[in-house]
């Protein structure tokens, strides 16, 4: 069983920065395609960023591309968030999940998830 613990969230005002990071626990980390979502209040969760067992392959959601980098250090069992620019429409639960199988952007795929950590981007 993978536990998977976020943290990093908080209250910013648009054009500021944060890094979320997600912590793992119990798995094999180094093989696990890894990916963060958000869920905005009266939303569905959305795909945010994922990235692949090696970092090899990196995806990202049109909405975040250009101002959120996905990364991560093996050794360290954590994936990591960098998030710039941010903009009220940022504000939601961020949620990180891991799979055994899958990189992208499909939730459903994703066996594992944190608790989540508020991000809020006021304007």
């Known amino acids: 069983q993978v536990q998977l613990v976020e943290s990093g969230g908080g209250l910013v005002q648009a054009g500021d920065s944060l890094k979320l990071s997600c912590a793992a626990s119990?798995?094999?980390?180094?093989?696990?395609?890894m990916g963060w979502f958000r869920q905005a209040p009266g939303k569905e969760r959305e795909f945010v960023a994922a990235?692949?067992?090696?970092?090899?392959?990196?995806y990202y959601a049109d909405s975040v591309k250009g101002r959120f980098t996905i990364s991560r250090d093996n050794a360290k069992n954590t994936v990591y968030l960098q998030m710039n620019s941010l903009k009220p429409e940022d504000t939601a639960v961020y949620y990180c999940?891991?799979?055994?199988?899958?990189?992208?952007?499909?939730?459903?795929?994703?066996?594992?998830w944190g608790q989540g950590t508020q991000v809020t981007v006021s304007s």
């Open positions: 999940g891991a799979s055994k199988s899958y990189t992208g952007s499909s939730y459903p795929r994703y066996e594992y």
């Open positions: 119990g798995g094999t980390f180094s093989t696990y395609g």
């Open positions: 990235i692949s067992w090696g970092a090899g392959r990196t």
